[in-house]
């Protein structure tokens, strides 16, 4: 059975149109028939968005079922409801033996609750981990070496990203003279701005949202300002 297959298969357990499921994943019905049939491959972004409406999309991908990684985390921090929980279910090969051909795991970082001033991310503590189907990475020109999510906070940025969205960032994109959507370090807070460049070698980072004012970095300071990495794929509720 294909994807396609798969997938129209799991929309319709769920008793949705494709009209319906488009709309919870942020596509047009046309993108939806097209993924159904096979004739364009599922995005990243819109497999996220599905598995938080409830769709299987381990299932999709690889046309096996297993415990979803929530449940996982779940089960083995209170092992005492392993029974109740999963009619019998037992912690042993069933976690480690999981079968992730295909995907790629992505670290994802709240960057709110990073203790450590101006310290590298990998010394901080994962929030929870996304697994993202590496040919869809590969499309988009992404090394899942080099990218982690963060998760937005505050609304300085909406409408474009809106507080707890989850954001990817491409740590390998660090221009010198960055134009565009970054993950930065600030002073040793990092911050997600929009950086534009401005005559005299000056950068302006901008917040989309209207009721924040741009900050001028002078060119003599644009040297402690670093480029973490840019902002490449966005992860939020659909409203």
Not at 89 to 107: E, K, V, W, Y
Not at 135 to 147: F, I, N, S, T
Not at 216 to 228: A, D, H, Q, T
Request: net charge negative.
């Amino acid at each position: 059975m294909t994807v396609g297959r798969r997938l129209r298969e799991e929309r319709e357990s769920l008793g949705l149109t494709q009209t319906a499921l488009a709309g919870l994943a942020g596509v047009a019905k046309n993108t939806q028939l097209l993924y159904e049939t096979d004739q364009r491959s599922p995005k990243a972004d819109y497999l996220v968005a599905l598995d938080g409406a409830g769709v299987d999309t381990h299932y999709v991908l690889t046309g096996r079922r297993q415990v979803a990684f929530s449940q996982l985390q779940d089960v083995e921090s209170r092992p005492d409801q392993v029974e109740q929980q999963q009619g019998g279910f037992s912690l042993n090969s069933d976690i480690s033996t999981a079968d992730t051909s295909g995907l790629c795991a992505l670290p994802m970082y709240d960057i709110e609750a990073a203790a450590g001033d101006g310290r590298a991310l990998e010394a901080e503590e994962i929030e929870t981990t996304l697994y993202f189907p590496s040919e869809q990475l590969a499309a988009q020109g992404l090394d899942p070496d080099h990218v982690v999510g963060v998760k937005v906070r505050g609304d300085s940025m909406e409408t474009t990203l809106t507080d707890g969205d989850w954001v990817l960032i491409d740590r390998k994109d660090r221009p010198d003279r960055p134009e565009g959507g970054f993950l930065l370090l600030v002073e040793g807070e990092r911050r997600i701005k929009r950086v534009q460049r401005v005559a005299g070698g000056a950068w302006v980072l901008i917040s989309d949202n209207s009721h924040y004012q741009a900050e001028m970095i002078p060119p003599e300071k644009v040297g402690n300002v670093s480029v973490l990495g840019r902002c490449v794929v966005r992860i939020g509720r659909i409203s």
